[in-house]
């Protein structure tokens, strides 16, 4: 069977011991929800809110456990405030990834104008980010910003390009 | 839950308590190994002075200096990476006020080593004491209730909050209880110094040596 991204993702979180995934749903997510869900060696669940999700994986890596959170562009947009009053104030290395709404056919006006924030909040919180857009990178990308992130304890962001995934398809 | 049967069906029926005098009594009851994460604001001030002692500050203790309403997640998370150690989350009407899902989010894990206090003075306090909504017909510990987590009490008194942290402590949860407070100034104020405070935690979490 050919490899997938979410495939990929899976892998190397496991190479990296992130076992905790907290997540706001996302239609693109899906595949790689699906596939932590179905492994005993990940703990994951859905939460009410992003800043929820993002405070939950802030506790357990205090607590000895690595985590991730996952969610769609817009999710991304309600972040802000905790990234800079608990994630980098505290030092802790939250890792994030965002599945790209908004542009190369998005249909929600919604979503293409709140998808313009996403890059310059990151930049602005000088936080290390990386749009995925081609399989053979994945692997590269997730495992060396990972090993940076808990090196350096900071805040990673990896953002799903609808270049890899496919993304959201218009019907009307 | 016939051992919650004798606290107050509301917020009505509760005493008006003291936020630091609970706190100490929290502090009291708690052994070395609990984490108890503050929220925000005067609930997190008082943490920090009651958590002061001869031997030095209680160290698996977590202060919030921002990210209003994450006391109960960060606590989750811990709760979650250390199934055997007991975690407290103390946070104020208001914060618990802007992030409700969380309640929702613990009942579903049902995580049983979590411990949630709610210091309800009906009031922004620390921004001049606007009302909140608890008070003005909101019951949290009804919400909670309703959010799945029915091992949720209003403290009567302080026995009664004394009684129901013991509760805490020894038997499973999720617990929540709700303690009306009044408007009293904190004993004291938390050191800002976030990477301190982190590090601190985590070696009181036995996660650094």
């Known amino acids: ?172 | 839950m016939a051992v919650l049967a004798n606290h107050p069906a509301t917020r009505d029926q509760a005493k008006v308590m003291n936020r630091y005098d609970i706190t100490l009594r929290l502090v009291g009851l708690l052994h070395q190994d609990e984490a108890v994460i503050g929220g925000i604001g005067y609930t997190n001030f008082d943490l920090w002075a009651a958590s002061a002692g001869r031997q030095g500050r209680r160290q698996p203790n977590f202060y919030m200096l921002g990210s209003m309403g994450l006391a109960v997640p960060i606590a989750l998370g811990v709760a979650i990476a250390q199934p055997r150690r007991k975690v407290f989350a103390l946070e104020g009407d208001g914060s618990i006020l802007m992030q409700l899902g969380c309640l929702s989010t613990v009942a579903a894990r049902r995580q049983t080593n979590l411990c949630i206090v709610i210091m309800d003075n009906g009031a922004y306090q620390i921004t001049g004491g606007q009302a909140t909504a608890a008070g003005q017909g909101t019951d949290i510990v009804g919400i909670a209730r309703a959010s799945g987590l029915a091992q949720s009490a209003w403290a009567a008194d302080e026995a009664s909050f004394t009684e129901l942290a013991g509760l805490a402590l020894q038997e499973d949860g999720p617990w929540l209880i709700g303690c009306r407070i009044d408007a009293g100034k904190p004993a004291d104020t938390t050191e800002r110094d976030p990477a301190r405070i982190r590090d601190q935690f985590m070696r009181g979490l036995g996660v650094r040596k």
Request: charged share 20%; glycine share 8%.
């Open chain 1, 1 to 172: 069977m050919a490899e997938t991204w979410h495939g990929i993702v899976r892998d190397v979180l496991k190479r990296h011991d992130v076992r905790l995934v907290t997540y706001v749903p996302d239609n693109v997510l899906r595949p790689l929800i699906e596939g932590v869900e179905a492994d005993a060696f990940f703990t994951a669940f859905a939460c009410t809110r992003e800043e929820e999700a993002l405070g939950i994986v802030t506790g357990a890596w205090m607590g000895g456990t690595r985590g991730i959170v996952l969610m769609q562009t817009s999710g991304f947009a309600t972040l802000s405030n905790v990234i800079a009053s608990l994630a980098l104030p505290f030092r802790v290395p939250v890792a994030m990834m965002v599945s790209e709404r908004g542009t190369l056919g998005e249909f929600n006006i919604g979503q293409s104008l709140v998808a313009k924030t996403m890059r310059p909040v990151l930049d602005a919180l000088a936080i290390e980010h990386h749009t995925m857009t081609r399989l053979d990178e994945t692997d590269f990308i997730l495992d060396r910003s990972l090993v940076q992130a808990y090196a350096t304890m900071a805040p990673v962001c990896f953002i799903l390009s609808p270049l890899l995934t496919g993304g959201k398809v218009f019907s009307k």
